[in-house]
Every structure is written in structure tokens, then in C-alpha cells.
């Protein structure tokens, strides 16, 4: 089984006749992803031909597009200054699943469109993230089709994209469920705690892997609920062992701010609940071999 995404979910890429989303629609269809329109107002009524005379409409809006296709999930390319638009629209469409890859959008429009999920039926991945696959199902985002691991066993949640790359190569011949980048940015939708919720919940999910950063307090939270939630094992890595107070480190949600927000409190948190914690993702990948061994 799969969470959120799988062989049968129907794809729109809002932004798919730009630059940036033609080039990770062609990704997404060389990993089997059923992409089944674009969404473009000034392109409407249009297509785009990708390799393998791959032909793939384009449509005015997301209501439609699913009109039309039957879609149940959207990824968004669309550039920063016009994010919060096309957000809100997907989501007043009522797509069950709004994938935001996009970065730099700015917090505020973050919070809208956040509270705006919030009230609807529409989970929010992301912003800023590297989307989800689904291994030998289902690709939504920006992962490359030649890292996608095995199918298998494992449910993988992170906040960083080229971490959630590395861990699917570290573990790619035991294999992924489903792998779940939710974004580095200081307001998301999806958190760890929504994804673990469904590998807890999903029968084929036998053991996760949590990747956080230093920032926030997300990784407490998530630690308060696996201790009181989460039968399976999970181990974590945090990166920022080393980041020094007040500098952000590549995503604008990862700056510690005195005691708040360290590796070394989320490790300490994340430990007290009965997770595994590696200094290096080798080491996290090592401690899931060693607890998927026994």
C-alpha cells in the first residue's frame, strides 16, 4: 500500500507549460505518474507534447481540469508572487490533495492559504518541498525518477528534499512505502505528525523514518505524539548539530534562536519517546537496517 499517492491518483500541474513544470511533468511521466492535464488561464484550450508523443491538455482552471479528468491531485510550479492564487484556487476546487512546491512564498500568503486548508476537505503538501512518491506507483513533485527506491517497507517523512533523496538511496534496496517531503518553510501544511499518523495507520508500513532540521518545535511535537501514538519503530535524523545560534541554514524555518530549535533538544525529545536518533543520515540508515534485522 501506499499514503496519499498511488497508481491510481490523476495528476494536473498547475504551471506545467512553464519552464520548471514541463521539465518535472516529463520526470513525473518517466517515473509512471498518470498526469492528466495542465492548468494555465492564457494557455486554455492548448496541449503539450512530451516525450513518447505524450500529449497532455492544458485547462483554464483546476475545477475544470478535475471536471474533465477526474484529477485528485495537483502539484504547483507556479512562481512565488502567484502561489497563493493558484493555492487557493485548488483548494476551492476541493482537490483532495495540493502538492506546493514552490519556494519563496512569502509567509503571509503562506498563513492564508494554510488557514484556508485548514477549513477545507484539500491536504496541503508543502510549500517548498520536493513533493511524494509512492515507489513503482506514483511520483507527484520534483523527485528524479532515476533516485526512486524499491517498493517496500519503509515510510520516509522529511523536511529537506536532498535528505529525503539521500535516505532513499541509503535504504533503496530494502525499500519506501511512500516518501513524504513536507517542506522546510516556517508555516507548512502537512507536518510529521499528519504523515506518521498514516504509516501508523498503514498496514504495509513497517517501520518510519523522520528527517527534521533545527528550527521550530515540530520535532517535539511529533516526539509527544509517537510516544503516545506509534506502535512501529522510527528512527530520525536531525541536521543541524553544528549550525551556529541565529544563522538560518538553507530553509527559512531551520534558525535556532538561543535554546529553542537545536538538534540536540529535538534528539534529547525524540530519544525520551523511544526513537532512534543518527548523528549522519548513514548512521539513521544504518539504525533502520539494524531494527528492520531484528
Keep these: 500500500m501506499a499514503i496519499f499517492l498511488n497508481e491510481n491518483s490523476k495528476i494536473i500541474v498547475q504551471g506545467m507549460t512553464g519552464s520548471e513544470g514541463q521539465k518535472h511533468t516529463q520526470r513525473m511521466l518517466n517515473s509512471g505518474s498518470n498526469i492528466v492535464g495542465g492548468v494555465n488561464p492564457k494557455r486554455a484550450g492548448s496541449s503539450v507534447t512530451f516525450d513518447n508523443d505524450v500529449t497532455i491538455p492544458v485547462f483554464g482552471s483546476v475545477r475544470e481540469a478535475m471536471r474533465a479528468t477526474g484529477a485528485d491531485t ?79 517497507r519503509i515510510g520516509l517523512v522529511s523536511k529537506s528534499g536532498t535528505l529525503t533523496y539521500q535516505m532513499m538511496y541509503e535504504l533503496s534496496d530494502i525499500g519506501f512505502s511512500t516518501c513524504v517531503g513536507i517542506g522546510g518553510d516556517p508555516i507548512i501544511g502537512t507536518t510529521h505528525i499528519g504523515v506518521i499518523e498514516q504509516f501508523q495507520n498503514d498496514p504495509d508500513t513497517e517501520a518510519i523514518i523522520m528527517i527534521g532540521e533545527i528550527g521550530g518545535d515540530a520535532e517535539e511535537h511529533a516526539a509527544a505524539y509517537i510516544k503516545e501514538h506509534v506502535t512501529k519503530p522510527v528512527v530520525a535524523y536531525i ?28 534528539q534529547v525529545a525524540l530519544e525520551a519517546a523511544g526513537v532512534k536518533v543518527g548523528k549522519t543520515p548513514s548512521q539513521a540508515a544504518a539504525l533502520m537496517r539494524e531494527l528492520l534485522a531484528q
Design 74 to 152: 495537483t502539484v504547483i510550479f507556479v512562481p512565488a508572487a502567484f502561489t497563493k492564487d493558484a493555492v487557493e484556487e485548488a483548494i476551492r476546487a476541493e482537490i483532495p490533495l495540493c502538492i506546493v512546491i514552490t519556494e519563496g512564498i512569502p509567509v503571509k500568503d503562506t498563513a492564508e492559504f494554510h488557514a484556508l486548508a485548514k477549513e477545507s476537505g484539500t491536504r496541503l503538501i508543502g510549500p517548498n518541498c520536493p513533493g511524494i512518491i509512492s515507489p513503482g506507483k506514483s511520483n507527484a513533485g520534483i523527485i528524479p525518477a532515476e533516485t526512486a527506491p524499491n517498493p517496500g
Design 239 to 266: 541536521a543541524g548539530f553544528t549550525a551556529p545560534e541565529g544563522k538560518t541554514m538553507g530553509h527559512a524555518g531551520a534558525i535556532v534562536s538561543g535554546s529553542a530549535g537545536t538538534a540536540a533538544g529535538k
